[in-house]
């Protein structure tokens, strides 16, 4: 539940001309843009780094992911009671520390540094739970906090762009940098934009909560008749999510037949393609029903994964890209103008309502790695995309959400 909003405390907040009497949502989307820049350059190709690091291996990159993602469930409520503590920018600034380790250990891994590469992935894991416990969170209680609640869609529309150019750069450079350099220059330059992202957090005013939930209530909150839906609808978006974060840059691999640079070109067209769409939805989202746009949404994108599970050309991957980001755009944006608009609705569960989401995605997503462990088994990882396809429709749970009185 919130606690406090004082605006002058942290650096740089005590000076009259400070930022910190500026409003919050610039300097929360700056440290956004910057992570985001950072995840983007290493994002694409980590699975590949991973698939080539374990010999071509898909259930062993599955199997990582899943073991990475399963760490992180009983930290996630230990962390809301240390933020509770400790306030949401120091969660976040910690949280940031944890990414840049991550980056780190990878980069030792690909210099071949002398301390055990299994060692050193352990270390990456424990740098993916910190942030993902200590700043995702926090973030998105900030921004369900001081989001411009009139104009959400909107202004999630034009970050969504912003990050959508980005990731026309992002692609392209990695790849570049890949061949040139190796893939330990991409690791160094995720650290450096990721310690980067650190100042603008100390320009936030404060916000903070106290988070009400134990341990196991947490748990049983999760699966209760308040927070089910949600729950259900964020299981179904983080299990179809990762099929797209981890086997889709894998089967794009296999396509381009391990050209780097082709495959962050492709990355970066296909984006482009739905730049201008990203902007239009936002407004459509704001203008009529986030509800009704989110179930076009779904069942387009639903279509783009069975698209993706029937091509084997570059010609028909390039078409059932741009159909299925056609999909994503129009789900991405209602789905999260209602997540914050349920989170700000919320109350005093604000921080409840937003850990119990982050928890549903983690368990969404190892359920679905380990299903697909023995999917890819039996079938070639295309089988994957239909299973993302079916479990998709599962996100339109989400209107059902109520917040409590």
């Not at 919130?2 to 650096?11: K, L, R």
């Not at 691999?253 to 739905?274: D, H, K, P, R, S």
């Amino acid at each position: 539940m919130p606690i406090a909003h004082p605006n002058q405390t942290y650096p740089f907040r005590h000076h009259r001309h400070s930022l910190a009497h500026a409003p919050a949502l610039p300097a929360l989307a700056s440290n956004r843009l910057i992570s985001f820049a950072a995840s983007s350059i290493v994002g694409v190709f980590l699975p590949i780094f991973l698939y080539e690091f374990f010999d071509l291996s898909i259930t062993a990159v599955l199997l990582w992911y899943a073991i990475n993602f399963a760490v992180k469930f009983p930290f996630q409520v230990w962390a809301a009671q240390i933020f509770s503590r400790t306030g949401l920018i120091a969660s976040m600034v910690f949280g940031t520390l944890g990414i840049m380790l991550f980056y780190w250990t990878f980069y030792l891994i690909d210099a071949g540094s002398v301390l055990d590469p299994y060692l050193l992935m352990a270390l990456g894991i424990a740098g993916l739970t910190i942030v993902s416990c200590f700043y995702w969170s926090p973030f998105h209680i900030d921004y369900a906090q001081f989001g411009p609640k009139e104009a959400r869609g909107a202004y999630l529309a034009r970050l969504y762009a912003l990050q959508q150019l980005i990731q026309v750069i992002a692609p392209v450079l990695a790849g570049w940098v890949i061949v040139t350099y190796g893939f330990r220059l991409n690791f160094f330059l995720g650290l450096v934009l990721a310690s980067a992202s650190v100042i603008p957090l100390f320009f936030l005013p404060t916000f903070k909560v106290k988070y009400e939930f134990g341990f196991w209530e947490s748990f049983k909150k999760l699966f209760g008749k308040q927070f089910r839906p949600m729950s259900v609808s964020m299981m179904a978006y983080g299990a179809e999510n990762i099929v797209g974060v981890v086997v889709w840059p894998i089967f794009l691999y296999a396509i381009f037949q391990g050209q780097y640079l082709e495959i962050g070109a492709f990355a970066a067209i296909i984006v482009v393609i739905g730049l201008a769409l990203e902007l239009l939805v936002g407004r459509e989202t704001d203008r009529f029903s986030a509800v009704k746009l989110l179930k076009y949404g779904t069942g387009i994108y639903a279509l783009g994964w069975v698209w993706k599970g029937l091509v084997e050309t570059v010609v028909g991957v390039f078409a059932a890209s741009t159909f299925h980001n056609v999909g994503a755009i129009l789900l991405r944006t209602p789905m999260d103008t209602l997540m914050y608009e349920q989170a700000a609705d919320s109350g005093h569960y604000i921080d409840e309502y937003t850990v119990l989401r982050e928890i549903a995605l983690g368990i969404g997503r190892v359920l679905m790695l380990l299903f697909l462990i023995a999917v890819t088994s039996v079938f070639s990882i295309g089988a994957s995309f239909f299973v993302a396809a079916v479990v998709s429709l599962g996100i339109n749970w989400l209107v059902d959400y109520q917040a409590a009185e």
